[in-house]
């Protein structure tokens, strides 16, 4: 039975309501909480985008399930500073952290004024990231001179056990490049050839036995027309593939390159229905695929209904 949690969208909803919600997805019977990690939103519409290590602090401490969230360390973030938020919270939430690290999208990374690498050079630069911050971690002095600098770091608080370090991807290849230096594998819902593709090609290069997750977009409502107006009106800025979706900068140009998105062309990237039963569905056909954990993303604004929906009639059929 896979771990069924809920995600916790930074872009779309006020910290102060996402930690209610959170409260109330464990309240209802997910299973864990995995959070976005935002400078920007993806749409004026959205209109929110608070600091995912902040909350995560206070969610953490409200709750008792396991949390996780992704990061793009390199640009935004140095990756001492990521290995020091990642040690803090997991020294005071032993086994419940899990971070994966992946290369970013301009619309995060672009406020620093630095140029915009190109996706080789960012997956090297992740690279380097990801072994400062394992070193940090175990605890060692760390120097490095590459795509990013670091003088003489060391972590004095320590958790006794570093989180887990997962890797985001979305193509084969990637999956493939992240097996060789990533705990376990987090990638999005796509039709099922593509999604065997990403799951073989990291097992078939380093990442056999280890942990696959999932984050799936949903948009549940009463009425399945209201499922779909909602889905177009929160999340049509996100049906582009890449690479466009990782280099527009602004919420304003994802909204101009989303003018001619239709409400029909959602099912593409989102699963739209008002029968529970459907979606339970869905989520075994899912966890037959090999998933070992499935994050839920509700692509609107408002969490508490959908929350109690799926505590009631989906998560049980999951679990049976």
């Given at each position: 039975?896979?771990?069924?949690?809920?995600h916790a969208s930074h872009e779309q909803i006020s910290p102060s309501r996402l930690l209610a919600d959170a409260q109330h997805a464990q309240d209802v019977g997910f299973d864990a909480v995995?959070?976005?990690?935002?400078?920007?939103?993806?749409?004026?519409?959205?209109?929110?985008?608070?600091?995912?290590?902040?909350w995560l602090g206070a969610a953490m401490a409200k709750t008792t399930v396991p949390f996780g969230v992704v990061n793009a360390p390199g640009q935004r973030y140095h990756p001492a500073i990521v290995a020091q938020a990642m040690a803090?919270?997991?020294?005071?939430?032993?086994?419940?952290?899990?971070?994966?690290?992946?290369?970013?999208?301009?619309?995060?990374?672009?406020?620093t004024g630095?140029?915009?690498?190109?996706?080789?050079a960012r997956n090297t630069r992740l690279l380097e990231c990801v072994e400062v911050i394992r070193a940090l971690l175990a605890g060692d002095e760390v120097t490095h001179h590459g795509q990013v600098h670091v003088d003489r770091a060391r972590l004095w608080t320590l958790p006794d056990r570093p989180p887990r370090l997962l890797a985001t991807a979305v193509s084969a290849a990637t999956a493939g490049w992240a097996g060789e230096w990533a705990e376990g594998l987090i990638t999005i819902w796509q039709p099922e050839e593509a999604l065997r593709r990403v799951i073989d090609a990291f097992r078939e290069n380093g990442g056999d036995g280890k942990p696959l997750a999932l984050q799936v977009h949903v948009s549940w409502a009463p009425d399945e027309t209201e499922a779909l107006r909602i889905a177009h009106e929160q999340w049509r800025t996100n049906v582009f593939e890449a690479p466009l979706c990782w280099d527009i900068a602004t919420p304003e140009e994802f909204d101009l390159a989303a003018k001619h998105v239709r409400p029909e062309d959602m099912h593409g990237g989102v699963l739209i229905?008002?029968?529970?039963?459907?979606?339970?569905?869905?989520?075994h056909d899912i966890a037959d695929l090999g998933f070992d954990e499935i994050y839920l993303h509700h692509v609107g604004q408002e969490q508490r209904a959908f929350l109690d929906c799926f505590g009631e009639h989906v998560l049980p059929g999951v679990r049976a």
């Open positions: 039975m896979p771990v069924v949690g809920w995995w959070s976005s990690d935002h400078f920007s939103p993806w749409s004026v519409r959205q209109g929110e985008s608070g600091f995912a290590f902040s803090t919270l997991a020294e005071m939430f032993p086994g419940r952290l899990s971070v994966a690290l992946g290369t970013g999208e301009f619309s995060n990374e672009h406020i630095e140029r915009w690498p190109d996706k080789a229905s008002n029968d529970p039963k459907r979606f339970g569905e869905w989520l």
